[in-house]
């Protein structure tokens, strides 16, 4: 088995695993029990990072496929594992989610929606560095971690003078670069027209070989004077 081939393979079973995660992640029982102990295992650790899972299996399955350009599988990995705890962990620090009870019945909706994992997060890093710290922390570790998988961060905006600054110089130099050649494509253009309106000589007729060359006919005129040769008579010997 090549390497081609490999990949596809973990491509659909990643796929696979994806849908099936995210249907014990609904409220029906559509996947036995063994869904419904998966589902809520995923509920309680990560709320609702846990709707990542089924996008991780997607996303894994595209680049399997060669459908993310230049993103490998273990990058489209890496990027669906960071979100389905940075997502969380953002709730979790704006609503100030930071201890949750054990009891599942206890907790509000926002505490549903961070998870355990993530809260536990959330509180060292509130702990540490408070509202405002963990709320940057958080922007650092997205953008690091949308840099290393798939070339992209939130700050991508700050580009956008960068960019103006560099065409703003190359367009003088592709003004330049332009004007030899417009001024060469003129010449040529008024030569191609000199060469149409020059005249022609006029051209012989073609002679054609093999044909007898005509007789010029000379007929008398009626009004013409006839002249008359006179005789001349042979001399006999005796």
Do not use: C
Not at 25 to 43: A, D, H, K, Q, S
Not at 64 to 73: E, H, I, Q, W
Not at 148 to 162: A, K, N, S
């Amino acid at each position: 088995m090549n390497r081609k081939v490999r990949q596809e393979l973990t491509g659909v079973a990643a796929l696979l695993v994806g849908l099936f995660m995210g249907l014990t992640l609904l409220p029906w029982r559509t996947t036995g029990e063994v869904g419904l102990v998966v589902g809520g295992f995923l509920w309680h650790m990560f709320g609702v990072g846990a709707v990542v899972i089924p996008l991780l299996g997607i996303g894994w399955a595209l680049a399997a496929f060669d459908r993310l350009g230049s993103v490998s599988t273990l990058r489209a990995a890496a990027l669906g594992a960071g979100l389905i705890v940075i997502a969380p962990y953002s709730v979790a620090i704006v609503t100030g989610v930071h201890l949750i009870p054990a009891d599942y019945s206890l907790w509000t909706r926002a505490e549903r929606l961070v998870g355990i994992v993530p809260a536990w997060i959330a509180g060292d890093v509130h702990a540490a560095v408070g509202t405002a710290g963990g709320i940057l922390a958080g922007l650092f570790v997205l953008s690091a971690l949308g840099i290393v998988t798939i070339g992209w961060h939130p700050l991508m905006m700050l580009r956008g003078g960068e960019r103006s600054a560099v065409s703003a110089k190359e367009k003088p130099r592709k003004t330049a670069a332009k004007a030899p050649a417009s001024a060469f494509e003129e010449d040529a253009e008024f030569a191609v027209v000199a060469t149409k309106l020059e005249p022609t000589a006029p051209r012989a007729p073609p002679v054609l070989s093999g044909l007898p060359a005509p007789r010029r006919m000379l007929r008398a005129s009626p009004s013409a004077p006839t002249i008359s040769m006179p005789s001349t008579h042979r001399r006999t010997l005796p």
